[in-house]
């Protein structure tokens, strides 16, 4: 359904009226697309609070290869006011934070940021990055969940588009007191992924990398190159791996497997069978595999190892789910165990079957699709956010054993409002409200849910494992 406020705003009348009634006037998001691939605006802008911990030549080849032309000159940049054009503008700024170890050095996080922020590009990113808050030195620990604190109120109060997020990463330490360079390279796809148009509706989120001696990343060298080289590689950087999409027939399911077929996974779609007829005709849209299957069947997990084209699975995308809406006082045992059975004890059920058989490849990808709901609750809700709830508790608690004994990441997404045929349904004063409780006043696409399980499910994102990441502009609601 068509956000009407959205438009209305873009209108002069519009304009005026949410500007004099201090109404919330949402910015249209420049998404990714083969024509326009990187974030509008002049150059990125790299710069470093303190002493860096990172590998800095490193970082600054992976920077590099973000798309922008990288600029670490700060002369003068004080002097460019947010009226001036948007070449002059910068497209990102990264602050490298990874070396703020006590509170008074803090202070430079303020004095690196504050005189560039009126130079950011609408639709432009602020990405800060920062090390693990340590479990030894409560100082450096309480420095560093400081920018956690600042990176999620900077978010709500960037206007136009703009976004803020905070990228832990590994750092040198006691044990290890030069950062190898392989650290580094194992947050690239991360780097890449924020720093792009392919996030345009996460805002205000706090991820952590693994170290390379951590990491379960294929790699670039064990992935595919592509019939024309590295450069096809890195167009289509899923090829040659399979993937499964469970509830692929509709809404945020479809929208995944058509980004992972864009990147060049085959894909397998998976619904229910009454959604057969649908199913088959995006399966043969995206040259994938219909699988007309009930994830809730006991054995799924073996129906679907035996229905690989290839025998085995690269990425595993769980996505199916149901509501059924009522309060506590309201709801029948059935409406409580049908939601529970098939958006968390299926989900369990089949990853542990598909792990057990092997059917999940080593350098797999295995991402969940938790909820908003799961984070801060919703009313009406509590069997659908006690399941979402439910699956973030699986991913944090397998992430660590997936990666040791199957070399398999674990991840999941946590939608928030997002424009669906679902949500077109409910009532329209919840509706709204549901589009404008964010940082970015508008609701997000299945596209944007897409684009993040794409980043997870990268052949270069084994260092991202046990993350839940909300795709949700930031909602006011949940931490």
Known sequence: MADRYFHLTRTRPGRFLSKRLGLPRPEPLRRWSAERPTLRGGPLLHLTAGQSRCADAALAAALDGCGPHV???????????????????????????????????????????????????????????GSPPSAEDHHQAAAQQALE???RSLAKELTRGRTAQLLRLPVASAERPQPAEADVRAAES?????????????????????????????GRASGPTGPDGPAAADERPLGGRTALVTGAARGIGEAVASTLARDGAHVVCLDVPGAEDR??????????TALPLDIAAPDAGERIAAALPDGALDILVHNAGITRDRRLVNMSAERW?????????????????????????????????????????NT?????????AGVIGMVRSLAPRAAA?????????????????????????????????NSLSQGGLPVDVAETTAWLAHPDSGGVRGQVVRVCGQSLLGA
């Open 71 to 129: 600029r670490t000159d700060t002369a003068g940049i004080s002097g460019i006011s947010d009226t001036s054009g948007t070449d002059a503008h910068h497209s990102a700024v990264v602050l490298d934070a990874t070396g703020i170890r006590a509170v008074a050095e803090l202070r430079a996080v303020h004095e690196a940021l504050h005189p560039v922020l009126r130079s950011l590009a609408p639709g432009g990113r602020v990405l800060v990055l």
């Open 149 to 151: 604190g600042f990176v």
């Open 190 to 218: 991360t780097l890449r992924f924020l720093l792009s148009p392919k996030s345009a509706f996460l805002s205000g989120q706090v991820i952590e990398v693994a170290g390379a001696a951590d990491s379960t990343s294929a």
């Open 279 to 288: 199913l088959s005709a995006l399966a043969a849209r995206l040259e994938g």
């Open 337 to 377: 165990e049908s939601v529970l059975e098939v958006n968390l004890d299926s989900v369990l059920r089949s990853t542990d079957q598909l792990l057990r058989a092997g059917a999940v490849r080593r350098g797999g990808r295995i991402v969940a699709t938790a909820s908003i709901a799961g984070i801060a609750g």
């Open 380 to 388: 009406g809700q509590t069997n659908y956010a006690a399941s979402k």
């Open 405 to 437: 004994e199957h070399g398999v990441t674990v991840n999941a997404v946590a939608p928030g409002f997002i424009e669906t045929e679902m949500t077109a349904a409910v009532p329209f004063l919840v509706r709204e409200a549901g589009r404008r409780m």
